[in-house]
């Protein structure tokens, strides 16, 4: 997976590191964003092969940023995966605009898998 880049947000900084040091050890570069409103900006920044969003997140839901992308004829096309604790987590993530959805606390074998599956 070399050379595949990863942005990865969620507003937990312990998330962000164990979904980091997973993805590094598979060979992604990978950059993280706690601020959901930055998204956009950092996906300008860094053109990411995949989104790893959370879906409950203050200032702006992972379901609103997937909108946004979606929306926006430059990026609209970015994979986009949702990691969520949520039961209704998979149909809102869907219903936004997401490629896959993966449930928190998630399998590691099963998230790269799903990563693989959009970026591989």
């Known amino acids: 997976m070399k050379n595949k880049t990863i942005?990865?947000?969620d507003d937990e900084e312990?998330?962000?590191?164990?979904?980091?040091m997973m993805l590094d050890a598979e060979g992604?570069?990978?950059y993280t964003e706690?601020?959901?409103?930055h998204v956009l900006s950092r996906i300008r920044e860094h053109a990411p092969?995949?989104?790893?969003?959370?879906l409950w997140m203050p200032v702006m839901s992972g379901d609103e940023v997937?909108?946004?992308?979606r929306g926006d004829k430059e990026v609209r096309s970015l994979p986009?995966?949702?990691?969520s604790a949520s039961r209704d987590g998979e149909g809102i993530a869907f219903e936004?605009?997401?490629?896959?959805?993966?449930s928190k606390p998630f399998d590691i074998g099963a998230f790269v898998s799903k990563v693989e599956e959009l970026i591989g």
């Open 14 to 20: 312990g998330i962000l590191d164990v979904v980091e």
């Open 96 to 102: 936004a605009g997401a490629d896959r959805f993966i």
């Open 34 to 37: 706690l601020e959901s409103a």
């Open 28 to 30: 992604f570069t990978v």
């Open 80 to 83: 986009i995966m949702v990691m």
């Open 49 to 54: 092969d995949l989104l790893i969003v959370d």
């Open 66 to 69: 997937i909108r946004k992308i």
């Open 7 to 9: 942005l990865v947000c």
